[in-house]
C-alpha cells in the first residue's frame, strides 16, 4: 500500500531559523512528488513537483529536494507569512497525501 | 480565469438531511476530483471523473455520489447526511494524467473548501 508520512507534525521557529520538513514515502511506480502549502480556512495551495531523484526546485524561500525514498522541503530564513501548513503528496496510480507539517514562524 | 471554484463555503445540515455541493473549473481540465479532509487524517479521495459523464470511487465512497454532466462542473452529493460525514470538503482538478506524456499534466489544483458540519 502507497503510504506517505511527513516529520515532524508541527514545527515552530523563530524569523530567520532556517529548517527542514520531511516527507518519505514508500510507493510503487512513482510519477511524482508534490508540494503543498495550506492555508487556515484555505485549499492547497500548488508549490512544487518533483519527478525524479536528485532533482531540485526552488521558490523563493523555499526549496525541495526529492531522493528515492523522502523528500525534503527546506526553508531559508523564514518570515512569519511563510506560517502554514505544508503537505506532500505522492503520484502513483493514484494521489496519496501525507498528513501535513503545521509550521509557525514567530516574529 | 478563477481556478477552481466551490459553492457554498458552509453548510450546516440535520441528519438525514441531502445536499449537493457544486465546483466548477475554467481550466479545461479533464479530471476532477472531491476529497474530504479530517483533523488527523489528512486529505482522503472520495471520488474522481476522468472525463464528462464519467464517475469512479476514490478510498471513501460510502454515503455519497457523484455526476460530472458538464466538463466544467462535478457535483457532490449526500442523499442521507451523517454527523460522520462533517468534515471540510475540496474539490480539485487536472489535466488528463499519463495520456500526454507531460507529467506536469499530474498536477492538481485545489478549490477553497466547503465546510459541511452534520448536526
Known amino acids: 500500500e502507497d503510504q506517505v508520512t511527513q516529520s515532524p507534525e508541527a514545527l515552530r521557529l523563530q524569523e530567520g531559523e532556517s529548517s527542514s520538513l520531511n516527507c518519505s514515502y514508500t510507493v510503487s511506480g512513482l510519477r511524482g512528488l508534490f508540494w503543498y502549502r495550506q492555508d487556515p480556512g484555505k485549499g492547497p495551495e500548488f508549490l512544487f513537483t518533483l519527478y525524479s531523484a536528485g532533482e531540485e526546485k526552488e521558490k523563493e524561500r523555499l526549496k525541495a529536494t526529492l531522493t528515492k525514498k523522502e523528500s525534503f522541503l527546506h526553508i531559508t530564513a523564514p518570515k512569519p507569512e511563510d506560517s502554514a501548513t505544508y503537505l506532500c503528496a505522492v503520484q502513483a496510480e493514484k494521489l496519496v497525501f501525507g498528513k501535513g507539517t503545521k509550521l509557525t514562524v514567530n516574529p | 480565469n478563477a481556478g477552481v471554484t466551490q459553492t457554498p463555503k458552509f453548510r450546516v445540515l440535520k441528519t438525514g438531511q441531502s445536499m449537493t455541493l457544486l465546483c466548477a473549473q475554467d481550466m479545461n481540465h479533464e479530471y476532477m476530483y472531491w476529497y474530504r479532509q479530517d483533523p488527523g487524517m489528512g486529505l482522503r479521495l472520495i471520488h474522481y471523473s476522468v472525463g464528462e459523464g464519467t464517475t469512479a470511487k476514490g478510498e471513501v465512497p460510502d454515503g455519497y455520489n457523484v455526476s460530472r454532466l458538464k466538463k466544467q462542473n462535478f457535483l457532490l452529493g449526500l442523499e442521507s447526511a451523517a454527523p460522520s460525514q462533517t468534515s471540510v470538503y475540496f474539490c480539485?482538478?487536472?489535466?488528463?494524467?499519463?495520456?500526454?506524456?507531460?507529467?506536469?499534466?499530474?498536477?492538481?489544483?485545489f478549490g477553497p473548501g466547503t465546510r459541511l458540519t452534520v448536526l
Open positions: 480539485a482538478s487536472s489535466y488528463s494524467p499519463g495520456t500526454s506524456g507531460d507529467l506536469s499534466t499530474d498536477t492538481q489544483y
